[in-house]
């Protein structure tokens, strides 16, 4: 599958066209050989390098970044910068992409300039990058920021509903790696903040606010609100989360999908279409309320709702209204 499905709302209430940034983890490569592919294939330019992180500008796209997803390294790197690399600091560089991951880190993308996104994964994988498969213990990843419609609370609480209702559904849809379900990266949201949303019938921003940072204050969830949330109101944010590696940007951050970079038959198109089933059922709000009472009423009828039935009916459901 090579083309990126467009999501039913394709531009903002400011009539500008949604944009999505991709962050893909992988291993295979030094830093320098991932450099050189993404800098060859969109014929960018190089604007900054260090021993970790190397950044590209590709007109009419924005900023590449390709890193070495390690703080340390990024620490001393960048104390050394503006100043040759001692040999140490290259040889620290080579051993740690040996071992963590490498990351590209995509800028913001208008929806129908995505394909370009195909010809890097094809490149990467041609140089001989793997992913998610080639460690038991790192996890590897494909994160996904979408830009939101608007910032309003309706539009929110639409796609908490969404995700919601369909998060167990995405695991078994995305397959996910042992590695990464025991990971705590990509935890699930808690069943009694998935009751809390299903449960309103509408949502004030404030509630919005208090129900997630009660139950999820943390970067490691699937879909992580906080980068967006930090986007309306940072200090609300921060004064619960005391992590400066949330960033705030009006976008979700979705966190869920394998890296199979390795593979023929993948492409950042895999992870984009599973996510359009989150847009496509945000847009249907009877639906999504009736669907939030039957799941409701399952939890009450037992001591909890039974995952494996409500994935099997939610997956003939989205089946019967063409939603996959």
Not at 24 to 48: I, P, R
Not at 158 to 178: E, G, I, P, S, T
Request: with cysteine.
């Amino acid at each position: 599958m090579r083309a990126f499905k467009h999501p039913p709302t394709t531009h903002t209430t400011a009539s500008e066209e949604r944009r999505v940034g991709f962050e893909v983890e992988f291993s295979g490569l030094s830093l320098e050989t991932a450099v050189d592919v993404v800098k060859n294939t969109l014929d960018t330019t190089l604007t900054d390098s260090t021993a970790a992180q190397c950044t590209l500008e590709a007109e009419g796209l924005g900023t590449f970044k390709v890193e070495v997803d390690w703080a340390f390294l990024k620490k001393i790197s960048r104390e050394y910068a503006g100043e040759d690399d001692p040999q140490w600091l290259d040889s620290l560089s080579r051993l740690a992409s040996s071992l963590v991951p490498i990351e590209l880190v995509c800028p913001p993308i208008p929806l129908h300039k995505l394909g370009v996104l195909n010809s890097i994964s094809d490149g990467l994988r041609a140089a001989g990058a793997v992913g998610t498969e080639e460690s038991l213990i790192a996890a590897y990843g494909v994160h996904v920021n979408t830009e939101i419609p608007a910032l309003d609370a309706d539009t929110i609480g639409r796609y908490l509903r969404a995700f919601c209702l369909l998060q167990w559904w995405l695991v078994d849809a995305h397959d996910v790696d042992a590695a990464r379900k025991i990971s705590p990266y990509i935890d699930l949201y808690p069943q009694a903040y998935v009751e809390t949303v299903l449960a309103r019938d509408s949502m004030r921003i404030d509630q919005i606010f208090d129900d997630y940072l009660e139950h999820n204050p943390t970067r490691n969830r699937a879909l992580d609100l906080l980068p967006l949330l930090a986007q309306i109101d940072a200090k609300r944010v921060f004064d619960t989360v005391n992590d400066d590696r949330v960033n705030a940007r009006p976008a979700f951050h979705y966190r869920m999908p394998n890296c199979h970079i390795e593979r023929d038959d993948w492409g950042l198109t895999n992870a984009w279409t599973l996510w359009c089933v989150v847009e496509q059922l945000a847009e249907q709000e009877d639906n999504m309320q009736a669907l939030a009472e039957q799941f409701l009423d399952s939890r009450r009828l037992l001591l909890s709702v039974d995952r494996t039935q409500w994935v099997k009916t939610l997956d003939q459901w989205l089946h019967d209204h063409a939603l996959v």
